[in-house]
């Protein structure tokens, strides 16, 4: 388990303090996989440096299983040698003047084994990666991915309860980081270790993780499992950061079940209302959770029509902007391409629509 409570911390430059992390706090399940996902600059980086020891909290508790690591209240500041972690870094690090077998077995310098102890733990962890044949190979001659796979033994090596990994697949080609990402979960579930992710990519957050916590401006915006996440965030910033999204303008008229409805341009829709959404509030629905409707539907509820303003063919779905009195709505709508200027009725699954309170940022479409 790795544990995080209330970790502040701030770099004091040339123009003053800034502060960085602001109360981060989240709980990774043992053997699980939990992603920091957010922006750039929004804290990752220095969160997993903290949790590594490579970097001091300000502030906030750190305990990695029953082990406290930090606390500033108790002035426990354990070194990152002794916390036990293995480590993959976006650049891998790997040593150029050494092999494929000295740079996996380097952190095993400190531990006091006996030669044939290492070479079958190096042995095991090579053979884990899928790298066994290449243990005398120089570093330098190897591919971007076969470079990774050093890494990620590296970081096996001394057998660590938990892993951190800070954008270990950004270097790699698409087709190469989809193959890896399957390898690491794969790995990460026969070795039953706990992983800490952290990735800006919402994509691969979605596919590795049991748990994401997303983060802002150096805060823990949102925490849960990568569904409830993207399809039913609590917050604007989630839904709007996760896929992609409509957030149009509207009124609350009324009560719906245990939602409520919004007029908009398009037509009134019912939604789960969010905090602060009333009266003024915007309608968020994803593109894909609308379909085409028939003509006759027009004006019921969930039921929206406008003019086509834009179409792309996609293959297997169509993107298509419809636009009425100034707003666009984006829909994802599989079959027929929609003529542009053509009179459109779509409706959207109210199990999926969300009210947010109306923010000034503009619309995504
Ligand atoms: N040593 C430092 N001194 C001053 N500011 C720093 C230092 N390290 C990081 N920062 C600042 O702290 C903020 C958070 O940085 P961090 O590296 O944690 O972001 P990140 O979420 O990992 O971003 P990215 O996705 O780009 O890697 C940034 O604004 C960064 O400029
Ligand atoms: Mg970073």
Known sequence: MIFANELSKAYTGERGSVRVLNAVSFEAAPGSVFTLLGPSGCGKTTTLRCIAGLEQPDAGEIRLGDRKVFSSREGIQLGAERRGLGMVFQSYAIWPHMTVGENVSYPLDGLKLGRAERDSRVQRALDLVGLAALVDRPAPNLSGGQQQRVALARALVAEPQILLLDEPLSNLDAKLRDQMRREIKRLQRRLGVTALFVTHDQEEALALS????????????????????????????????????????????????????????????AGKRRSGAAPAADLF???????????????????????????????????????????????????????????????????????????????AA
């Open 285 to 363: 629905f994803r593109p894909h959770k609308a379909s085409l409707a028939a003509d006759d539907r027009a004006g019921s509820l969930d039921v929206g029509t406008g003019t086509v303003a834009e179409t792309i063919f996609l293959g297997e779905t169509n993107d298509v902007l419809v636009e009425r009195d100034g707003q666009r709505v984006r829909l994802r709508l599989p079959g027929r391409l929609p003529r542009e200027g053509e009179r459109l009725s779509f409706a959207v699954d109210p199990e999926f629509s969300l009210v947010f309170e109306r923010s000034s940022a503009p619309p």
């Open 210 to 269: 049991d748990t994401i916590a997303l983060m802002n401006n150096g805060e823990v915006v949102e925490v849960g499992p990568p569904r409830q996440l993207y399809d039913a965030p609590m917050h604007r910033f989630t839904a709007g950061f996760l896929g992609l999204a409509n957030f149009v303008p509207g009124t609350v008229v009324g009560e719906a079940g245990d939602g409520v409805v919004v007029e908009t341009a398009f037509g009134r829709f």
